[in-house]
DNA sequence: ACCTGAACACCGTTCAAGT
DNA sequence: ACCTGAACACCGTTCAAGT
């Protein structure tokens, strides 16, 4: 029952830890208190093997992407930049805290600048010229890390499968129609072809319009911008 | 010297100081308590006007999104589109707290969804379909709202015009050079024809990348996706 | 070296009470 | 109606002290 400490701290179990405790209650639960209660351990232990949270989440991120696993050999650059991004966003999946980490995280780790190199690696391997790489880079923006901005949402379309609305929700839907035709006509539509949207769907149909466009751009020729006009 | 509150507060006064303390110090500075000694009144004279800082967040969005103006009547679907998409962006950079704003916000607003159904309308009005509409808008994501993500950043190339590196910093460039050449090879480049990153360029640059794509599936006859297959 | 106790300076929000 | 006082249940982080 003497449940003293057997290994001391180190900043692996406390990465690690940080983790699980993400990936069961979301980040939102993740706070230095609660993982140095979960680690049975006071919060101000934590502060030995991460600077401050921040840090945590970059190690976090860090210990995620790490693990990345290069694709197969003798794939175009197209293919294998769209096999790196589908890995990454396989991540995404599995760990739903890892976008919103991403994103809040300020720091540039080693794995974060490896894996932004080994895109980029792929796009000039493939005889992209450095300028279109770079606007690729900015056009695949989040796309990298596996996840799109979700900024349009076709609002409250699919609550179920084929429960029969209330009056009072279908008259809600009747106002939206009303007021914003165009967002209703594509969550109907959406709804009609089964169900609500398909995100992954949508995820890999602008992915390969990019990559598709950045390659007709390098088949054209094109190198250099408006500096050379 | 009586400064009793002359006008009892209300929703409106409530998110115009907001948005000034905001726009002031910044999103992180904007505490409920902090708005309201702001207003010279107790932290919980809020709830009255305001149901809980999410509804005072969405409110300021609102506020702000309400008044993006129309696109000059007589342009093609491509140039409305266009121009909705850089009032939004004019709005970001006059409040640069907007971003976070939008991005941490999980309501749907009157003025957020009428936003979203004018940027739909403008391209169904084009004559595209539903279908290609709504991957467009999924395409557009976070553009739709005036910005990009930037999930890729150069690193540390421009620190100053001109400024000599010390040694330090330069053995630190070289080190990054070589772990991470794509990366250092588009900032060189990037330095090299006149310092930092044009935020500005890049985003049109991705925008109309995407306006011409879907003009061209368009004009192709693509209306419907992968179900008729 | 590694961890703890006590404290500091904050948060958002509820509830009963005041005017 | 509109606002306040006191309190609850939290935060991240610092600093001096313990073992």
């Given amino acids: 029952m003497s449940a003293a400490p057997r290994t001391p701290l180190d900043r692996e179990r406390v990465l690690v830890a940080a983790i699980e405790l993400a990936d069961r209650d979301g980040l939102a639960a993740l706070s230095m208190r609660g993982l140095a209660t979960e680690l049975g351990v006071t919060p101000m232990a934590l502060y030995k093997h991460v600077a401050d949270k921040d840090d945590l989440l970059g190690g976090m991120v860090d210990a995620v992407v790490i693990g990345y696993r290069p694709p197969p050999a003798g794939l175009g650059w197209a293919a294998a930049t769209r096999d790196r991004i589908l890995v990454a966003r396989d991540a995404l999946l599995a760990h739903p805290w890892l976008r919103t980490a991403i994103e809040r995280s300020t720091r540039r780790t080693p794995a974060?600048?490896?894996?932004?190199d080994a895109v980029a690696r792929e796009l000039l391997a493939g005889g992209l010229s450095v300028d279109l790489t770079h606007h690729a880079m900015h056009a695949l923006g989040h796309r990298i890390w596996g996840f799109s901005p979700?900024?349009?949402?076709?609002?409250?379309?699919?609550t179920g499968p084929a429960v029969e609305p209330t009056a009072e929700q279908s008259a809600m839907m009747?106002?939206?129609?009303q007021r914003y035709p165009a967002v209703a006509a594509i969550?109907?539509?959406?709804?009609a072809t089964g169900g609500s949207c398909d995100e992954q769907g949508e995820f890999e149909f602008t992915l390969d319009l990019l990559l598709d466009a950045f390659a007709r751009l390098h088949q054209s020729g094109w190198s250099s911008r408006r500096r050379s006009g």
């Avoid at 974060?112 to 932004?116: D, N």
């Avoid at 979700?150 to 699919?158: Q, R, T």
């Fill in 150 to 158: 979700e900024a349009f949402d076709e609002g409250p379309a699919a």
């Fill in 174 to 177: 009747a106002a939206m129609a």
């Fill in 187 to 191: 969550a109907a539509e959406s709804a």
């Fill in 112 to 116: 974060v600048l490896g894996h932004m």
